[in-house]
Each structure stands twice: as structure tokens, then as C-alpha cells.
């Protein structure tokens, strides 16, 4: 039986390229979008294996976009979905960390894995750095969005900014060393009291051992990530 997924994304494009990694693996996937978004009845949606919602948060206030998420959950049957998965912009733009922290504060304790790397769009983390192409995303053109304008490429600085719960890094040797080494290393982050852990990934190889380490957990994490990481649960859902 497959387990669902509640799939939390701040824009359509997003919401939509998120929820289509589920879909082209046959999961039956609902994308809902609107001004009430906030005032969703999860227990009309007990049939589709996936639920996209759109929240259309992106260029709202941190303030906002927070209570705006708190409110979603307000209505939240967690018997519902096995999975949440937060959808973000893949060059960080929005209000990630604040609404983070919302969801997490419904979670009882879980962790946040977050992969924002999309290395079929050239996206990668090496070092903590998020890299576009060939250059840190502060020195990108993308960077100086007029709406969403980004001064930091160190995913962990920015992190730290914006959410209140501690915030750790995993790089990149303990990522691809694979399950036993990366399960170490989030055991390790665990006992120092993080909350969300942030992974390096260039390959697609990485996306799906942060995955397999998040299935892993006796507890499901909030999975964070474009839409990279979105393929890999997707694939962890259906498995072959």
C-alpha cells in the first residue's frame, strides 16, 4: 500500500513540478490552489496518494507566510499522510525558514532534511554553498530579483536568519559515503540538538541517499527540497 504525502509548496510552478515526480510514478496526485488554501479540509482529500497545496507565499511577508502555514495545519489530521514534503525554490527565494518552523511546531519532534540541490538544473551544494551554474547564488542574476532578492549563498547562514530551531550541515564526503556513514551523521547532529539539517548533493546518486536516511528514521521527517529531492520520495513511496 502506498504511503501518502501532503506536499506543501509556496508557488503553482513549484507545486506543480513537485507534485508531477509523484505523479509520473503512478501515484494519483491533487494539486489545489487559491485565496483558501488556508482553510483546507483534509478529511475531502482522503482519496488522491498525493496533495499538493499551494500556498502562494513566496512573496508574502516572513509574518504572513508563518501564520498562513500555521493555519493550514490548524485542520491537520496527521493519521492522513506517512509524508509531508515542503517544496521550495531550488535558488532559495521565499520565506523557507518561517515556514519551516511552522510546520515543524505540528510535527512533535521531527526532524527537517533539507536538499534544495536540483542537479539536472544545476543546482548543486557543495560546502554548504549553494552554486548556479558555475557561481554562488548571491552572485547570480537570479539573485537580484527585484521581489525576492538573495544576499547569501551559504544555505546555513540563511537558514539561521530565518528559523528559530537549530540549524546543522552535513557535507558532502558524509552524503556520498552512503547509508551507514550519512546515518552517523545525522544520529551525530541529532544528539547536538538540530533540528534541521541541511545536506551537500551534486548528484542524483546524493538526493537519494538523503532520502533513504530519511525513510530510515523511526520517526518521518518534514523533507525539504525542490524538485530533485521530491523525485527520490516519490521513488521511495513506489519502490520497484
Same mark, same amino acid.
Given at each position: ?6 506536499l506543501?509548496?509556496d ?9 508531477a515526480?509523484?505523479? @509520473? ?8 490552489? #487559491? ?18 497545496i499551494?500556498?502562494?507565499?513566496r ?24 509524508i ?12 523557507i525558514?518561517?515556514?519551516?518552523? /511552522? ?5 512533535n ?5 533539507? /536538499? ?19 557561481k ?10 527585484t ?9 546555513? @547562514?540563511?537558514l ?9 550541515w552535513?557535507?558532502?564526503?558524509h552524503?556520498?559515503? #552512503? ?8 544520529? @551525530? ?7 534541521v539539517?541541511i545536506?551537500?548533493?551534486?548528484s ?6 538523503? /532520502?533513504?536516511?530519511?525513510f530510515f528514521? @523511526? ?7 525542490s524538485? #530533485?529531492l ?11
Amino acid at each position: 500500500m502506498n504511503q501518502r504525502c501532503l506536499l506543501i509548496a509556496d508557488d503553482l510552478t513549484g507545486g506543480a513540478d513537485a507534485g508531477a515526480q509523484f505523479a @509520473k510514478r503512478g501515484l494519483t496526485t491533487l494539486l489545489i490552489f #487559491g485565496k483558501d488554501n488556508a482553510r483546507v479540509d483534509f478529511s475531502k482529500y482522503s482519496q488522491p496518494d498525493v496533495l499538493v497545496i499551494n500556498t502562494d507565499s513566496r512573496g508574502l511577508s516572513p509574518e504572513k507566510a508563518s501564520s498562513l502555514i500555521s493555519n493550514l495545519f490548524k485542520n491537520y489530521d496527521k493519521e492522513l499522510f506517512s509524508i509531508i514534503y515542503k517544496k521550495i525554490d531550488s535558488t532559495l527565494r521565499g520565506n523557507i525558514g518561517y515556514e519551516i518552523d /511552522a510546520i515543524l511546531k505540528k510535527m512533535n519532534g521531527s526532524l527537517c532534511l533539507m /536538499a534544495p540541490s536540483y542537479p539536472e538544473q544545476n543546482r548543486r551544494l557543495v560546502g554548504g554553498i549553494l552554486i548556479v551554474g558555475e557561481k554562488p547564488l548571491a552572485l547570480t542574476e537570479v539573485a537580484q530579483n527585484t521581489t525576492s532578492p538573495i544576499q547569501e549563498s551559504h544555505v546555513h @547562514k540563511l537558514l539561521q536568519r530565518q528559523s528559530q530551531n537549530n540549524v546543522g550541515w552535513i557535507d558532502l564526503t558524509h552524503v556520498a559515503s #552512503g547509508s551507514e556513514g550519512l546515518r552517523k551523521a545525522v544520529e @551525530k547532529e541529532q544528539k547536538k540538538g538540530t533540528r534541521v539539517i541541511i545536506f551537500d548533493a551534486v548528484s542524483r546518486q546524493d538526493l537519494a541517499n538523503i /532520502a533513504e536516511v530519511g525513510f530510515f528514521l @523511526k520517526k518521518k521527517p518534514l523533507f525539504v527540497g525542490s524538485a #530533485g529531492l521530491a523525485e527520490e520520495v516519490a521513488k521511495k513511496i513506489t519502490p520497484p
